[in-house]
């Protein structure tokens, strides 16, 4: 019987673990793939550079989230991911704020780094977003605090491969190599699925405990 009741359990990890491997390698690819084309695109194709730009932060948003779903995404899961990618796109939208101006030329030849790329800001607004959840359970606060966390940070990693990290009012670190802030996007994903699975996953009782249950309540 023990070895029959742990076999959904042991299903259940095998397809985490295959997930969790798969959406890894694709955030890695995605990341490594959409660094080659900036690279290739000249300044002659800001326009295109740009857009090869979001649309790379969009997909990395999507797969950081899926690997926070994970195992199994049903459709409600696929539109969360989808709202964190394009969280993990709109954040650029910040330069045509600081600059003033519709103009992309103006909008990437900011002289300081515009606002919602503070991973301080991000830090201390989703901090903030948890602990009103956490005070008022009534306000289901967690997971857009998660889903803003995971698409903004993938975000600020992938950007801190040119530029580091920026905490204000300390200042920024230096650039992190692509090795560091693509394994730091993919420990981040991971980070957030355990955060989410331990305080917002209402856990199922497996078969061997409702099995011991039953025997304690028959006694």
């Known amino acids: 019987m023990f070895p029959i009741s742990q076999t959904p359990t042991m299903d259940l990890t095998r397809v985490f673990c295959n997930q969790v491997l798969l959406f890894s390698l694709l955030l890695a690819a995605t990341s490594l793939i959409g660094d080659k084309l900036a690279t290739r695109l000249s300044q002659a194709d800001l326009l295109w550079r740009a857009l090869q730009d979001s649309i790379t932060h969009g997909v990395v948003g999507m797969l950081s989230w899926a690997v926070v779903e994970t195992p199994g995404l049903e459709a409600c899961k696929w539109m969360s991911c989808v709202v964190c990618g394009i969280l993990a796109s709109a954040i650029d939208v910040d330069h045509f704020l600081a600059a003033k101006s519709l103009q992309l030329q103006d909008a990437v030849n900011l002289k300081h780094r515009p606002p919602f790329h503070s991973t301080s800001l991000v830090l201390m ?42 905490f204000p009012p300390i200042g920024s670190s230096p650039p992190l190599p692509s090795v560091v802030y693509i394994g730091s996007t993919v420990l981040l994903a991971v980070c957030v699925h355990y955060l989410y699975v331990h305080c917002l996953v209402v856990r199922t009782p497996t078969a061997v405990e409702v099995i011991s249950v039953t025997n304690i309540l028959t006694q």
Request: charged share 15%.
């Open 125 to 166: 607004l989703t901090s903030t977003l948890w602990c009103v959840s956490s005070l008022l359970p009534t306000l289901p606060l967690k997971k857009p605090a998660l889903l803003l966390l995971t698409a903004w940070l993938s975000h600020h990693l992938r950007d801190a491969n040119r530029r580091g990290l920026w």
